[in-house]
């Protein structure tokens, strides 16, 4: 359970200025906050807004890539994705029960992202057309995902870190995994080689935006870090995931879609990066408010499965719930 004694920003009593400068020093002193500790209602609603934003993008991301499942081209690569999409459902688990400490029902936000109060990563909204699409999503979109995600690991919020820790290791073997398929395809036929350019070149902006706005236009950014949620800005973040993906890049043989991509020696302090062209940022928000190729199409299926497993719901509380009721009759005995 958490605090509802102390919860406001909007109050200027001395007890709750007293009380948020104390915990910011804890925030400051690099102290982990669990579920039992008093904390500002801003920070509770910001981690369950965060939370369960990253666990709907985990479950909804199964869609893109289960797509290929029946048509992976063999046995070996079958196995590997189905393993792959089964980790990402785990990944939502352990996100849903690190929002259920802060006092919200994994049914609230199940209903928040089917009615649409409740967002999930861009990127998903974009199709898997080709099977290169999906050694591009794990090497980029796992790879922007990863650096995004790291910091996490060092979250205030503790189950929210703890979680992060053991989504980052798998995360990390996603991204191999992906850039494993498009580097065989990169040594493979003309053709193939050619999926894995066409399909760099659809995915390499989306991805770019997968880590929001820039510097100044984010809502959230500067309290976020304050409170020890967020370690580092979106630019920040976006500029380490360039300057590592370009030379992965030239291994494989295919030429990232940015005419305006230049390597400047004056970026990093001095230890140099990539310059990239500018970001289409209203392309991303026309997909953040529902109007990507796939939006209707990743909630109608994601609707569909929850109306489906309803049943399996149901019994299974049944069953918890009988099996609880003949606990208490034997105790009584």
């Given at each position: 359970?958490?605090?509802?004694?102390?919860?406001?920003?909007?109050?200027?009593t001395?007890?709750?200025?007293?009380?948020?400068?104390?915990?910011?020093?804890?925030?400051?002193?690099?102290?982990?906050?669990?579920?039992?500790?008093?904390?500002?209602?801003?920070?509770?609603?910001?981690?369950?807004?965060?939370?369960?934003?990253?666990?709907?993008?985990?479950i909804?991301?199964?869609?893109?890539?289960?797509?290929?499942?029946?048509?992976?081209?063999?046995?070996?690569?079958?196995?590997?994705?189905?393993?792959?999409?089964?980790?990402?459902?785990?990944?939502?688990?352990?996100?849903?029960?690190?929002?259920?400490?802060?006092?919200?029902?994994?049914?609230?936000?199940?209903?928040?992202?089917?009615?649409?109060?409740a967002?999930?990563?861009?990127?998903?909204?974009?199709?898997?057309?080709?099977?290169?699409?999906?050694?591009?999503?794990g090497?980029?979109?796992?790879?922007?995902?990863?650096?995004?995600?790291i910091?996490?690991?060092?979250?205030?919020?503790?189950?929210?870190?703890?979680?992060?820790?053991?989504?980052?290791?798998?995360?990390?073997?996603?991204?191999?995994?992906?850039?494993?398929?498009?580097?065989?395809?990169?040594?493979?036929?003309?053709?193939?080689?050619?999926?894995?350019?066409?399909?760099?070149?659809?995915?390499?902006?989306?991805?770019?935006?997968?880590?929001?706005?820039?510097?100044?236009?984010?809502?959230?950014?500067?309290?976020n870090?304050?409170?020890?949620?967020?370690?580092?800005?979106?630019?920040?973040?976006?500029?380490?995931?360039?300057?590592?993906?370009?030379?992965?890049?030239?291994?494989?043989?295919?030429?990232?879609?940015?005419?305006?991509?230049k390597?400047?020696?004056?970026?990093?302090?001095?230890?140099?990066?990539?310059?990239?062209?500018?970001?289409?940022?209203?392309?991303?928000?026309?997909?953040?408010?529902?109007?990507?190729?796939?939006?209707?199409?990743?909630?109608?299926?994601?609707?569909k499965?929850?109306?489906?497993?309803?049943?399996?719901?149901?019994?299974?509380?049944?069953?918890?719930?009988?099996?609880?009721?003949?606990?208490?009759?034997?105790?009584?005995?």
């Amino acid at each position: 359970m958490y605090s509802q004694g102390l919860i406001g920003s909007d109050s200027s009593t001395d007890e709750t200025v007293e009380f948020l400068a104390a915990f910011q020093a804890r925030i400051d002193a690099e102290e982990k906050i669990e579920p039992n500790d008093a904390m500002p209602e801003g920070y509770r609603r910001t981690l369950i807004r965060q939370i369960g934003q990253h666990a709907h993008s985990e479950i909804i991301g199964m869609q893109p890539e289960g797509n290929w499942i029946t048509r992976a081209p063999s046995l070996r690569r079958k196995a590997a994705l189905l393993a792959k999409v089964q980790d990402e459902g785990g990944h939502g688990l352990y996100l849903y029960s690190a929002a259920e400490t802060l006092g919200v029902s994994r049914e609230d936000l199940t209903d928040q992202l089917l009615d649409g109060r409740a967002k999930y990563s861009s990127i998903f909204n974009y199709p898997t057309l080709s099977w290169a699409d999906i050694g591009t999503v794990g090497w980029l979109v796992d790879g922007a995902a990863i650096m995004n995600q790291i910091p996490l690991c060092r979250c205030s919020f503790g189950p929210y870190a703890r979680a992060m820790i053991r989504v980052c290791k798998e995360e990390s073997f996603h991204q191999r995994q992906g850039y494993e398929i498009l580097l065989t395809l990169c040594k493979g036929s003309a053709a193939q080689k050619e999926m894995a350019q066409e399909s760099l070149n659809r995915w390499w902006w989306p991805v770019l935006m997968m880590f929001g706005p820039s510097d100044g236009e984010s809502v959230h950014s500067d309290q976020n870090t304050k409170w020890g949620i967020k370690r580092f800005s979106n630019d920040a973040l976006r500029q380490k995931f360039i300057d590592a993906t370009i030379p992965q890049a030239k291994v494989l043989g295919i030429e990232v879609p940015d005419p305006d991509l230049k390597w400047d020696d004056s970026l990093n302090d001095g230890r140099g990066g990539y310059v990239h062209g500018p970001i289409d940022w209203d392309e991303f928000w026309r997909v953040v408010k529902g109007h990507g190729a796939m939006n209707r199409d990743r909630i109608r299926n994601y609707k569909k499965t929850v109306d489906d497993g309803a049943w399996v719901r149901e019994a299974a509380m049944a069953h918890a719930e009988k099996r609880a009721a003949r606990k208490l009759a034997m105790a009584a005995e």
